[in-house]
């Protein structure tokens, strides 16, 4: 069958769809998202112990009840979150039941140890026991707090507070010492290698004062951390021209996928390459390594299209079909969608599409797809998406209708993964709100500082487009 004209599965009608059609919502595409939360978000009480923390993954090929997985992480946490808080504001679950199980999370969080702040990044799911050894081998674990878990921690905790106002003490209490400054390293004129004005991947606070930090900044703009920079600059722990000085691409000369084109400008009073990149004639702004969910995982919750329609909003949709047609056009997988996810054969590593990051040797496609990027892709090409949706669960049977979409697909092999992973299910949940409520988890990211410090960069920015 020629996936460049896909055709929908039998159970919706076997019309087909051309790549490219403009975006229809109908009743019976709404009905199928209800129906796929509702699937998604049993994985995640499945992935929840009694506890209250969502664990990293379950097994979901045998016939028993499936066990979450020992270890957790501040990610995993904050994709429960606010997958509950969905839950609840759908209907999916009850307000008092919403209420109850947020309350008996938070409640689990404020039990982890932390360090300057934070939340260390892997913690027995079923006790709060900080792990110091992995689970499946034994090897040893060093305690790490890392800036971008912990932003997904934070993200979840505030949609928390939202949703559910008795927490907001609780909440505000937790976050009182999340301090983004302690991640900064501030901006030095004289040397900006050395003082980059970025954040760290994070810290071993095994050591005196900070602890020791990782040998790397978060320097490209379009990835995953900048949810804890958005962070950091609305609740003023970050400055705001820390934004200015994330890179849109290396500078001109550097090693990197391809030789930006673009111009210098002054934001703010700062010097910004405003770089971009092309692929299949589109420009655009790439991510780190050409994943999915580095560029579009921060857009489910903080409205980046909305208030930056001419850049962030274009850069999106183009990253879009550039994975649409690599998978299509370039590669003839016949399915799309390539992100970080379950390995089907076993294990996890970095699925993308090369040209679209600026690493060198970037994340590769390898026939993988993943669910996950589908969902995230909704806002942009919703047809294509639910299409792909569709013919991933027809022709390999990757949707259980009791936990969802299975993980990941290899589409060369038709080897599908047997597991979940929360993190993945956390933002198809996220999305799959967004598309049946609009606005439902983004209100704590749209007042206060994101308003008022937040979105004014946003409107500024003008990428080279």
């Not at 016939?63 to 995993?76: E, H, K, R, W």
């Not at 997988?333 to 089907?344: D, H, K, T, V």
Request: charged share 20%.
């Amino acid at each position: 069958m020629d996936r460049r004209t896909f055709l929908m599965a039998a159970g919706a009608g076997g019309a087909a769809l051309t790549l490219g059609a403009a975006p229809s919502a109908t009743a019976a595409d709404t009905a199928l998202l209800r129906t796929w939360f509702r699937a998604t978000y049993r994985s995640i009480e499945a992935m929840t112990t009694g506890f209250g923390l969502t664990a990293d993954k379950i097994d979901v090929s045998g016939s028993g009840t499936p066990v979450p997985s020992v270890q957790t992480s501040p990610t995993n946490i904050g994709c429960g979150l606010w997958a509950t808080a969905a839950a609840g504001g759908l209907g999916v679950i009850t307000r008092g039941e919403m209420e109850r199980r947020l309350t008996r999370t938070v409640a689990a969080v404020e039990r982890l140890e932390r360090a300057h702040g934070f939340w260390f990044n892997w913690y027995d799911a079923h006790d709060g026991a900080v792990l110091t050894t992995w689970p499946a081998t034994g090897d040893p674990v060093r305690p790490f707090l890392s800036s971008v878990d912990n932003a997904w921690l934070v993200t979840g905790l505030r949609i928390a507070a939202d949703a559910a106002p008795a927490l907001r003490p609780r909440v505000a209490e937790l976050l009182a010492d999340a301090d983004w400054s302690y991640y900064y390293t501030p901006y030095d004129p004289a040397d900006p290698v050395a003082g980059p004005g970025q954040l760290r991947g994070g810290f071993w606070p095994d050591k005196p004062g900070k602890g020791e930090p990782t040998g790397h900044h978060y320097g490209a703009l379009n990835t995953e951390p900048r949810m804890a920079s958005y962070l950091g600059i609305a609740d003023g722990s970050l400055p705001a021209d820390h934004y200015w000085h994330l890179l849109r691409t290396l500078l001109p000369g550097s090693g990197q996928e391809q030789e930006p084109a673009g111009s210098y400008v002054a934001m703010d009073g700062i010097r910004v390459w405003q770089g971009h990149y092309t692929y299949r004639g589109r420009d655009y702004v790439p991510t780190w390594g050409g994943s999915m969910f580095e560029a579009l995982m921060v857009p489910l919750f903080v409205p980046e299209p909305e208030w930056s329609p001419r850049s962030w909003g274009l850069t999106h949709s183009r990253y879009v079909r550039g994975q649409i047609e690599h998978g299509l056009d370039e590669k003839e997988y016949g399915y799309w969608g390539f992100s970080p996810a379950n390995i089907p054969e076993g294990g996890y590593r970095e699925y993308g599409v090369d040209a679209l990051g600026m690493q060198e040797d970037g994340y590769h496609s390898l026939g993988v797809v993943t669910p996950h990027a589908s969902f995230l892709a909704l806002p942009y090409a919703r047809r294509e998406a639910l299409t792909n949706l569709r013919a991933l669960a027809a022709d390999f049977g990757a949707y259980d209708e009791t936990y969802g979409f299975r993980d990941s697909v290899n589409v060369t092999t038709g080897r599908v993964s047997d597991f979940v992973l929360a993190l993945d299910q956390g933002m198809i949940a996220a999305a799959l709100a967004q598309q049946l409520r609009p606005g439902l988890l983004q209100r704590p990211f749209r007042t206060g500082g994101f308003a008022a410090r937040v979105r004014p960069l946003l409107e500024k920015e003008r990428f080279s487009l």
